[in-house]
């Protein structure tokens, strides 16, 4: 599978030899790869953690952000195309988890590619019911950080350093307005089991919204929520992982 050395798409930041099972994973809007490191670190040696890296951000803020889903889709999809197979679980964090099914959508529909054995769709109603109303084209910088900042997904503000904010802002902006134009319906659907995962007091995501997912796979489905907010896995990474590692170990049975 490829690394930081071999692929800008994807990052392994805990090689570990031993692992019997992969787990892919996708950062959220205006998120990096460095999102996921504590889940690296934490999970088993048993599980090997990749992070697909989303232009614009971190180690690739000098590549131009993509603004459509679908050019995030193709690029991570054939940066991972050639280790998939029955192994690989997704999991994806709100705006990820639309990028990690639509990553799976591809790989189920490629001849060449295994579709992952699990999906797991963090804090996000499902694909036919995102319509986000940011209306980025009339957001300047300081609304769009304000949104963000509502649900816990940055620190930064309109008093932050003006060369750190126009360094950061523009993958933002392309995250979100990707977000906004994205567009699914019932009918899209995946093979693989789903499992949604939703914080008790997500303020930005209900019950019955991320229900829905079920209606994206023609097999199991199931949802579980923990306490906490939209950003809910970093509030106790070590309960997360291990709610992770209990729906790796239930899709292998």
């Known amino acids: 599978m490829p690394t930081a050395s071999g692929d800008l798409w994807v990052r392994r930041f805990h090689p570990k030899p031993r692992a019997t099972r992969r787990l892919v994973c996708f950062p959220h809007a205006g998120g990096g790869a460095s999102f996921w490191y504590p889940l690296s670190n934490t999970m088993d040696p048993d599980v090997d953690v990749l992070v697909v890296q989303y232009p614009g951000r971190e180690d690739r803020l000098l590549e131009e952000p993509l603004d459509d889903l679908s050019a995030v889709a193709d690029g991570a999809f054939e940066a991972l195309r050639p280790g998939l197979d029955g192994r690989t679980a997704f999991l994806g964090h709100s705006m990820g988890a639309i990028v990690a099914f639509e990553v799976a959508r591809r790989a189920e529909a490629a001849e060449a590619a295994a579709g992952p054995g699990l999906l797991i769709a963090s804090a996000c109603e499902a694909p036919s019911l995102v319509r986000r109303e940011w209306r980025v084209a009339e957001q300047d910088d300081p609304a769009l950080l304000a949104a963000l900042s509502r649900l816990g997904g940055t620190t930064l503000t309109a008093d932050t350093d003006q060369e750190l904010l126009s360094t950061v802002m523009p993958a933002i902006r392309a995250d979100l307005g990707a977000v906004e134009r994205y567009r699914s319906t019932r009918s899209a659907v995946l093979s693989a089991p789903v499992v949604a995962l939703l914080g008790e007091q997500d303020p930005h ?17 199931a949802l579980r929520s923990l306490p906490g907010d939209h950003f809910y896995p970093t509030a106790d990474i070590d309960r997360f992982a291990a709610v992770v590692a209990g729906c790796l170990a239930e899709s292998a049975r």
């Open 205 to 221: 995501v209900d019950r019955d919204q991320v229900r829905d997912w079920a209606h994206h796979t023609t097999t199991r489905f």
